[in-house]
């Protein structure tokens, strides 16, 4: 069931920077652990990056460390991906997902509450 809203993406050059926006009128995401997936092109969805709800610990998959950042606004009860870097992988659908422990393996059995996902091309 796709209760939240995905935002941001769009087309961008290799090396390139993009921020998407989760967020949902339904509930408070600030009570949530909250993580970003991808499925790329003929790929299964992998869990990418995630940010806890209590001491906003992240974790993020070793492709996009150092180039992807999670945050949140919880006064805009938003969850933002701040993408640079980008690379020709990067290419595929980006989900957010609410209601789930965040770590270091970021499963997506364990989220309840997902977006219908938003295309993110890195191409030249």
């Known amino acids: 069931q796709s209760q939240l809203v995905e935002s941001g993406g769009g087309l961008v050059q290799p090396g390139g920077s993009l921020r998407l926006s989760c967020t949902t009128p339904?509930?408070?995401?600030?009570?949530?652990?909250i993580g970003w997936f991808r499925q790329a092109p003929g790929k299964e969805r992998e869990g990418i990056i995630c940010i806890s709800s209590d001491d906003g610990t992240t974790y993020s998959r070793d492709s996009v460390k150092g180039r992807f950042t999670i945050s949140r606004d919880n006064a805009k009860n938003t969850v933002y991906l701040e993408m640079n870097s980008l690379e020709l992988g990067d290419t595929g659908v980006y989900h957010c997902?609410?209601?789930?422990?965040?770590?270091?393996?970021?499963?997506?059995?364990?989220?309840?509450?997902w977006g219908q996902g938003i295309q993110v091309t890195v191409s030249s």
């Open positions: 997902a609410a209601r789930g422990p965040c770590l270091k393996n970021i499963l997506m059995w364990t989220y309840d509450y």
């Open positions: 339904g509930f408070s995401l600030s009570f949530y652990g």
